[in-house]
C-alpha cells in the first residue's frame, strides 16, 4: 500500500508521480483517486499490467480529449466557479470565504476553514489540458460521488460513471466523502479489492 501527494504542476508531474509509487509496489494493485486524482489515475495507470482496477472518489473520469474544464459543459453551471482566484504565477484556488460551501459543504465548519486556508492551488493551466487514451476503457472501474457535490454536478457524476461503465455508488455527501463518509469509501475501496482479487 502506498500513497502519494501529487505534484500540481502539471498533469505530466502528477503522472510521472504515480508511476513512480507503482514501480515501488509488488504484486497486483488498485489504483483510487479523489477529485483531479481521478484524471491522474486515468492517465497513470494506461498499459501498466499491475494496475488491476481504479476507483474513483468524486473524481474525474475523463475521456480522450477532454479536460477537466470542457467534461462539465453540458451540466449546470456551478457557482464555485464564480470564486476562483488565480495569481500572477498562473495558481488557481478558491476563495477561502466561500470554500467551505462549496468543496466541504457537509463538515464541520471549523474543520471546513481550517481547510479552505491549507489548499494547494494547481496552476491553472491543469484545467485546459487534455486526456489522453484513459486506462478505465481497459479495467474494471469504481466511482463513488456524493448528491451533494458542489465542485462536479451530481449528473456529471452518473454520466461519467455510466460511460465508463464503472459500479457506482452515490451518497448523500459532499466533494469530500473521504472525509465526511470515510466507512463509504473505503467500503467501496474493500469492495474493489476483493473484486479484482478473485477475477
Do not use: C
Not at 505534484?7 to 513512480?20: F, I, K, M, N
Not at 470554500?99 to 486556508?117: K, S, W
Not at 457535490?149 to 455508488?169: E, L, V
Not at 466507512?183 to 474493489?192: G, K, R, S, Y
Request: charged residues 20%.
Amino acid at each position: 500500500m502506498a500513497a502519494g501527494q501529487f505534484p500540481h504542476d502539471s498533469l505530466a508531474d502528477g503522472v510521472a508521480r504515480a508511476r513512480q509509487l507503482l514501480s515501488e509496489l509488488e504484486g497486483s494493485t488498485l489504483m483510487v483517486g479523489h477529485s483531479y486524482g481521478g484524471y491522474v489515475i486515468s492517465e497513470a495507470a494506461r498499459d501498466l499490467p499491475d494496475v488491476a482496477g481504479l476507483v474513483y472518489i468524486s473524481a474525474f473520469i475523463l475521456d480522450e480529449g477532454e479536460t477537466l474544464l470542457s467534461s462539465g459543459v453540458a451540466f449546470p453551471p456551478l457557482e464555485v466557479f464564480q470564486h476562483l482566484l488565480v495569481s500572477g504565477q498562473g495558481l488557481a484556488w478558491i476563495d477561502p470565504d466561500v470554500y467551505p460551501q462549496h468543496f466541504t459543504n457537509d463538515l464541520d465548519p471549523v474543520e471546513a476553514r481550517a481547510l479552505a486556508v491549507t489548499q494547494v492551488p494547481p496552476k491553472a493551466s491543469i484545467f485546459e489540458t487534455k486526456a489522453g487514451q484513459p486506462a478505465w476503457k481497459s479495467l474494471p472501474s469504481w466511482s463513488l460521488f456524493g448528491s451533494y457535490d458542489r465542485m462536479i454536478h451530481p449528473d456529471q457524476h452518473r454520466w461519467m460513471a455510466q460511460r465508463s461503465k464503472a459500479t457506482a455508488r452515490e451518497i448523500s455527501a459532499s466533494h469530500v466523502p473521504l472525509l465526511s463518509h470515510p466507512d463509504e469509501v473505503a467500503q467501496i475501496i474493500l469492495e474493489a479489492a476483493q473484486k479484482v482479487a478473485t477475477a
